[in-house]
Structures are given as structure tokens and as C-alpha cells.
């Protein structure tokens, strides 16, 4: 009988791409509250409609980082139960996360990355 494919990856490298996607769930919260603190900014010296649409661009920017987030939450586990085969009930695990992945507020996770950056600031209060 012919098995299906074997996969030829040491344990070793499993765990460094583990550990690469958990860097990298950091990095990208780090580049959110950069990316916010620079909008902020640029926001101080607009204002109207403009400043509006950059904002809500910005906004969906963050929304989006927390979902590849929450995508690469799931990936690193699977990677760590993968290493040494998957169990019936690792799977169902996996399973578990996706739900939960798909119950995860964006809207409340993009807002508080956003929040604790510096009010936005303005040279009129120099004058």
C-alpha cells in the first residue's frame, strides 16, 4: 500500500518557524501603534473631511493587522502540536481555535493598539 506524503521537516525547524510567527504577532502590534502614532501626527495639522479619511484608512489598516494577528495565533499552535504529529484531539483543538478566531472583536482589538499614543499636537499652542 502507498502512504500518503511524508513530511521531511526536523523538530528543530518547526520550532523556529513557531517561534518566528510569535515574533512576528509582535512585530506587527509594534508597527500598528508606530503606524498610529505617526497618523496621529499628520492628523494634528488636518482637519476636516481629510483627516476624517485618513483616519478611517488608518483604522481598517488596524483592523486588518488584528485579523493576520489572530491568523498567525493559529498557525504558530499548529506548528508547535505538528511537530510531533497531530492527535485526534489536537485537531479538534485547531478546530476550536478557528472558532474562536472567528469571535475575536476586530474593531475592539484595532482600537486598543491604537489607544496610548500621544494626543495629537499642534505648533499654534507655541504662539
Known sequence: MAEGPVLAVSSDDLTRL????????????????????????IESGWRGEAAKGYRALHRGAAEDAVRIREILKVLEEAVRMGRD??????????????????EVDVVAEARELSEGTAPPY???NNL
Open 85 to 102: 504529529g497531530f492527535t485526534e484531539q489536537e485537531l479538534d483543538v485547531l478546530r476550536s481555535m478557528r472558532s474562536v478566531q472567528a
Open 18 to 41: 513557531a517561534s518566528d510567527l510569535s515574533e512576528m504577532q509582535s512585530h506587527l502590534d509594534k508597527q500598528v501603534r508606530r503606524m498610529d502614532a505617526i497618523v496621529d501626527r
Open 122 to 124: 499642534s505648533e499654534i
